[in-house]
């Protein structure tokens, strides 16, 4: 299927290479449903744009204003994004701030994309099965889970393409990233439950990276998440496997998730992180004597236990945890596990 037109210009030599690189290792992925093309000459844009049907523009202010005195107005059936340097772009347009990281401004343009429905519909295809479901769950909290699951997913990210979900009920990554999200893991959801057949586009406008490690913001309200049904999780991990975007996806679970019993047997590998003080030992007991209740052994046989040292310090920022002696404890773990990462 041919694709849609991506045209970008910027009079900046320095910045268009840059992104020049960056679009083109994407335009190669079914999951980008663009082609590329750059122009450093508003000019040369304006030839072009003459000539062809350009589906999305990426303008610096500076080519928009000159955009708008060219005779051919052709250009302005294609959508717009404005790369913002400074000061305000022109009211009731799309922009995004050029000095920020080319995730974010391809995550804008993916979003306006899918929104004005000029994407074409994603290829039907079939379970992989190569995706590598992980589950870190432990039934006991305050145990690092999440620190775990976070290194976990950048060390393995370093060699592979991986995708981290948190279903707790106040994840608080949003602060601890010192970011602010537009979308979360429930509007991923709602696209699916409406039917919404541009699963992989609608995924790519919503990752974000943390040292090349995917996520998708979890889901910002406790009640949203309590209320999204087993079946539907189900559902978004069977389109994860389908789009072949992802060879890991690790599940940082809670019991907010309905479902998290099928999601677990879902997995795998599971990682269950225990403490030795008393009330630690009596809930896991609990919750394993449960699994066998409800014959859910096979949990039990694919799960990993295992015990946390004390560490004198963990980074305080989540990007800095592969540096630190928990990382080197994790690592050993990879190595046991996923021989081929």
Known sequence: MKKNILAVCDTEQEFTCHLTDYLGQLAGSDSFPFEVQVFTNPRALEEFCGKNRAAFLLLTQEVYREALDWEDDSW?????????????????????NKYQSMDNIVRKIMEIAADAGILPPAA????????????????????????FSFILGQLLARRHKVLYLNFE???GLARMLQREFST???DLI?????????????????????????FIPPVFSCMDLQRIEAEEWLRLFEELD?????????????????????????????????????????????YEELLRCLDCEDILRKTRKFR??????????????????????VQEIIREDWKDA
Do not use: W
């Open 76 to 96: 302005k059936m294609a959508r717009l994004l404005i790369l913002e340097e400074e000061g305000e772009a022109p009211p009731g347009l799309e922009r995004v």
């Open 124 to 147: 039907v295809g079939e379970r992989s099965g190569n995706v590598h479901f992980i589950g870190i769950y432990t039934p006991v909290s305050r145990c690092l889970q999440t620190t």
């Open 169 to 171: 009920s106040y994840s």
């Open 184 to 186: 979360d893991l429930s």
């Open 190 to 214: 709602y696209f699916l439950h409406n039917g919404d057949d541009r699963f992989p586009y609608r995924l790519e406008g919503m990752v974000q990276k943390v040292n090349g490690l995917a």
């Open 242 to 286: 389908i789009s072949g975007s992802y060879e890991y996806v690790l599940l940082d679970l809670s019991e907010a998730v309905q479902g998290l019993f099928d999601i677990l047997r879902l997995c795998t590998r599971v990682y269950t992180i225990t403490r030795d003080d008393g009330f630690a030992a009596a809930k896991q007991e609990q």
């Open 308 to 329: 946390l040292p004390l560490f004198r310090q963990l980074p305080a920022g989540l990007e800095n945890l592969t540096h630190s002696e928990l990382a080197a404890l």
